[in-house]
């Protein structure tokens, strides 16, 4: 009996029933079919729409505006459903499609809230969701491609560098780009000088300028002095973030789980000749 009620399909049922269950009490009023009731809930959630939108208090007539807009659309709609055209509108089902899954989500993290254990395992399981990136200390000297005799110059100044000189005046903040990186991921060294002198920095040998590397700016000269490889972040220190994780792939989980046990009410037959038989097969019983 206890299995039978973890089953996902009965929570489904059950959150379900309660859904309808709720909308037939508060619709047992209704005057009739033809009805459009605008009661202090729905009044408040148009209300609330519009404020977020405006940020601001509406007048008379904005509320007479959005409530005409809103009639508008249960009007057309309600009469829409009548002509029955809902029927095999790919739009409608995909958007019923993804309510009946936000609703099994919600009923996921309903019923199944994350314990702090949950979590700690799932990270675990899955450490390679929140690994660090790779980070490098470095300092990196601009040669642009424009520059006559950019190589000359280039191979004088490594030179200067490694004999320990400072970096010369004219280089400091060439384009604007700082000279000095400090514990920077590769994703963000990416971002800034390109993928492929980002790729580079790890074949680069530790306290020696070496170069040119080549980036969407020119041609650099690069001196890492320290590089941390890719590791496990802290669980505490990222423990919403594991979280939503977690959440995201448990309601992955139960849409599917849940779409497994509801085909199971129907009976799938595939007429069509141009349909693979393997794959016709894979739906039967």
Known sequence: MRKFLKEPLVHFLFLGGLIFGYHYLVNTNSESENAIVID?????????????QWKREPNEQDIKAFLDQY?????FYKEA??????????????????????????LNAMLNPPTDNDLREFYETNDSLFLLPPTYSFKQVLFTNQEPNWQTELQATQKALNDGQAIP??????LSIANEWENSPINEIAKAF????????????L???AGPIESGFGQHLVFISEKRDSELADFETIKSYVEKEYEYQTELEMQEQVYQDLLEKYQVKITSNRVPESIKKSYQP
């Not at 009548?82 to 499609?97: C, M, P, Q, W």
Request: aromatic letters at 8%.
């Open 71 to 75: 009639l508008r659309q249960e009007v």
């Open 169 to 174: 005046t004219s280089r400091v903040l060439k």
């Open 194 to 205: 390109g993928g492929e002198f980002a790729s580079k920095l790890e074949s680069l040998p």
């Open 207 to 209: 306290n020696q300028w």
């Open 81 to 106: 459903l009548v002509l029955g055209l809902d029927h095999n509108d790919i739009i409608v089902k995909r958007r019923l499609a993804q309510k009946m899954e936000a609703v099994s989500n919600d």
């Open 40 to 52: 202090d809930t729905e009044y408040d959630y148009l209300l609330s729409l519009w404020k977020n």
